[in-house]
């Protein structure tokens, strides 16, 4: 029997596409570049700094340019942070029917807790999560176990009665990696990799909700 339930934050519990995707548009239109559009955005906004700045510009980690450019990025997402992300349609429900059943839940994600920490302030969920274990908070993130061990030990959890769901293939991996069931979130942003059905999960859903069949 499932436990408990673990959840990746961006493209999964949150739609944050919209506020990443104005300060990556911010700096394109600041160098006389045309904005991206949403659609586009989301394809790559779980992979964050990274993911987006090679989308704008074709700037990887390395690069002589990446690292001011990624502190400009930064900089102007903590600006608007929280303008347009909410929670994706039906995660609000679940989370209902989670703690109502007395099932506890999490946050693990790879983003850095000074946004993961203010957005779910903003989305009124701080008090509620089990955990919150951030990009920073390990050694380690995510495709790597360790913050989802991390995170199972903070509401003492046993992998393999946990779930975790994400719309990445890293999510897939890490989970896979601790001894837990992968689900995939296929309403999330999913990247731009191999189609999730080849990514090893124990299941897919297309809404929240859906989550519930596999509890």
């Known amino acids: 029997m499932i436990k408990a339930v673990l959840f990746d934050f961006d493209g999964t519990i949150a739609d944050t596409a919209p506020d990443l995707g104005r300060a990556l548009n911010r700096q394109r239109v600041a160098r006389n570049r045309p904005p991206l559009p949403i659609e586009l955005i989301r394809t790559v906004a779980s992979a964050g700094a990274r993911g987006l700045l090679e989308l704008g510009f074709n ?70 999560a089990g955990c919150i274990i951030s990009g920073d908070d390990t050694a380690h993130t995510k495709p790597h176990p360790e913050p989802l061990l991390t995170a199972c030990q903070q509401i003492n959890a046993v992998p393999d009665r946990c779930i975790y769901l994400g719309d990445d293939i890293r999510d897939v991996q890490a989970s896979l990696a601790a001894g837990m069931k992968p689900i995939v979130a296929l309403y999330g942003y999913l990247g731009n990799s191999a189609p999730p059905e080849t990514w090893g999960a124990s299941g897919l859903i297309d809404h929240p909700g859906d989550l519930l069949h596999y509890i």
């Not at 942070?81 to 429900?93: H, Q, S, V, Y």
């Not at 946050?107 to 009124?124: D, E, Q, S």
Request: glycine residues 6%.
């Open 59 to 128: 700037l990887k980690p390395g690069d002589s340019a990446y690292q001011a450019m990624r502190e400009e990025f930064l900089s102007l997402y903590t600006e608007q942070l929280c303008e347009d992300t909410c929670l994706f349609p039906g995660i609000a429900k679940l989370l209902d029917q989670l703690d109502s059943q007395a099932i506890p839940w999490g946050i693990v994600t790879n983003k850095p807790a000074r946004f993961t920490r203010p957005l779910m302030h903003l989305l009124g969920l701080h008090h509620r």
